[in-house]
């Protein structure tokens, strides 16, 4: 068997859902790893692996995705899921907090900084969409999601699933097909609206925590006047470059993803 940190898999009722989570590690101080919009923790979990060298990792299934609670009677915006994030933080009794937060996850990290920033230590936001009302969209299309998860439904091979990422190794690919068709279509569209209609600019002067942006060199989400105009409404947040890397960070360069979080 293959050598793993991870320790467990579970599920907490939480700001009124069921939430799973994965832990890895179980030392140093608490790291709540929030994936983006079609990211089932499972897919994290190599990640996980190496930032729980450092510490005490809990990765989310964000509602709609993976084993949380789905379905058409939840809410699928930024402030339910930055609730979900405040409700399972407290419920785990969890202290001293870095919240890291990928594409729609970093998101969702600013919005809990904003709303709630007990307990935690600082905020690590990786390339969130910075689109928003009256801003340029977000570079993926909604198609792009929706048209893999309609073959994951169907069952789908590694095969099937690299016209979508190309670059990435067979496991990932695996991981990706399997898990998949977890990821509810009706959150992911919502979701994918959202990037456009909800403003997360609005919350960037109200972080009081420290903040660090992780940029991907070539992912095309955020451009150096985006990075400009997030300086000018929060001078506090530290911005930091991963080279050779898309907006899938640690698939491209896992190595410089850790040093930029860690």
Avoid at 82 to 94: C, E, F, H, M, S
Avoid at 123 to 144: F, N, Q, T
Avoid at 153 to 178: H, I, N, S, V, Y
Wanted: overall charge negative; aromatic content about 6%.
């Amino acid at each position: 068997m293959t050598d793993t940190s991870l320790l467990y898999g579970a599920n907490v009722h939480a700001n009124g859902i069921r939430q799973h989570y994965l832990r890895y590690g179980g030392k140093g101080t608490p790291l709540v790893l929030v994936p983006g919009i079609t990211s089932p923790a499972i897919t994290w979990g190599f990640v996980a692996e190496r930032l729980a060298e450092k510490h005490d990792v809990y990765v989310l299934d964000v509602r709609g995705r993976g084993l949380s609670a789905t379905g058409p009677d939840l809410d699928y915006d930024l402030d339910s899921y930055a609730a979900d994030v405040r409700g399972l933080i407290d419920t785990l009794g969890l202290k001293d907090v870095t919240l890291l937060g990928h594409s729609m996850g970093a998101r969702i990290a600013i919005r809990a900084g904003r709303i709630n920033d007990a307990s935690l230590a600082r905020l690590v936001l990786v390339d969130p969409p910075v689109s928003g009302p009256g801003r340029r969209a977000y570079p993926s299309r909604l198609e792009w999601y929706t048209e893999s998860i309609h073959l994951a439904r169907k069952g789908m091979t590694a095969e099937d699933m690299r016209r979508f990422c190309p670059t990435w190794t067979q496991e990932q690919l695996e991981l990706r097909a399997e898990w998949l068709h977890t990821c509810d279509e009706l959150a992911t569209r919502i979701s994918f609206e959202r990037f456009h209609t909800e403003d997360i600019h609005q919350d960037l002067p109200h972080l009081k925590v420290p903040a660090r942006l992780v940029v991907a060199t070539r992912g095309g989400v955020i451009q150096a006047e985006d990075e400009t105009e997030i300086k000018s409404l929060n001078p506090a947040i530290e911005i930091v470059h991963v080279p050779d890397a898309g907006h899938m960070i640690p698939w491209d360069n896992l190595p410089g993803f850790v040093e930029a979080v860690l």
